[in-house]
């Protein structure tokens, strides 16, 4: 058994791990590198193995950072399974289109800047996006079985995964492999991006079983993190004093589960009395809507 690491080993996105047993190929995620200009020029490079001698795709949940390169693993090569649950099956294809919408936008913006720059004097150089709409259709035919929460499933011979609750966003999983070569056994979990107990639209994250090997995120593991109703209650305080001077809250938020967690804060403040009925929320994100 082979672990390797072709992503978020020295940061926290673009998560693209590699287990080699028995012959068979497995990588768990794909994702995305985000955060400025040098990592985007990550995604462009080579992955690091060959796509095509990949059997398997485990998917631990649908953020961009961790499914956002599926697209270009498959325009790379890759013709094997991809595995994860219902939940994250549905939400990856709304999120990868997404992705695929703005770097086509983002190669029209770079010819249309180059050809200004050039004004005709010189050859404005084609600008391709890292995928396309189609490119990102035809990843979707590559999604096969669906995994199903604490039930295994037989991969190959002596390779085994179980997908367990994460607790991070809907249909996040942790994802356990147990495998056998030459007769020995190992048992590798993959964290994935953990949730925390006690939140009011996902279940609590499912206690792993105890492994061999644990490859674990520390997205957040420098920082503690307030408590969750006295950070309700700052939020509640501020639209209470913004509204009472005539002003606008804005709430920036990632779109996929913050949107909606901080959604259901509101219409519970409101419907408590905490805040004042007569206020209105607006929702401009066409991915939180969809």
Not at 31 to 55: I, M
Not at 146 to 170: C, K, M, S
Not at 187 to 207: A, K, M, N, Q
Request: aromatic residues 8%; negative net charge.
């Amino acid at each position: 058994m082979k672990i390797a690491f072709h992503g978020a080993d020295r940061g926290v996105t673009g998560s693209c791990h590699l287990v080699t047993c028995g012959g068979k190929r497995i990588l768990i995620d794909c994702g995305l590198y985000q955060g400025g200009h040098e990592l985007d020029e990550e995604n462009h490079q080579p992955f690091g193995f060959d796509p095509a001698t990949v059997n398997y795709l485990l998917l631990t949940h649908a953020h961009l950072d961790h499914c956002g390169r599926i697209p270009l693993l498959v325009k790379r090569g890759f013709q094997g399974e991809i595995i994860t649950t219902s939940a994250s099956r549905d939400l990856a294809k709304l999120v990868m289109l997404d992705a695929a919408h703005l770097q086509e936008e983002e190669a029209e913006w770079r010819m249309r800047k180059a050809a200004r720059h050039a004004r005709g004097k010189d050859k404005v150089e084609t600008v391709e996006p890292l995928y396309t709409t189609l490119d990102t259709l035809t990843s979707l035919d590559y999604f096969g079985r669906t995994a199903v929460y604490d039930q295994a499933l037989e991969l190959d011979t002596g390779i085994r995964a179980t997908f367990i609750d994460a607790g991070h966003i809907l249909g996040s999983a942790s994802i356990v492999l147990d495998l056998e070569e030459q007769g020995r056994r190992r048992r590798v979990l993959f964290s994935g991006d953990l949730g925390y107990g006690g939140r009011v639209i996902l279940r609590d994250p499912t206690l792993p079983p105890r492994a061999d090997v644990v490859v674990m995120e520390t997205t957040y593991g420098d920082r503690r993190h307030k408590l969750l109703q006295p950070s309700i209650e700052e939020l509640y305080e501020a639209i209470h004093d913004t509204f009472r001077r005539g002003g606008n809250v804005i709430i920036p938020s990632f779109a996929l589960e913050r949107t909606q967690e901080i959604l259901y804060y509101l219409r519970e403040g409101i419907n408590d009395g905490v805040l004042p009925g007569s206020i209105q929320v607006f929702l401009d994100s066409p991915m939180a809507i969809s």
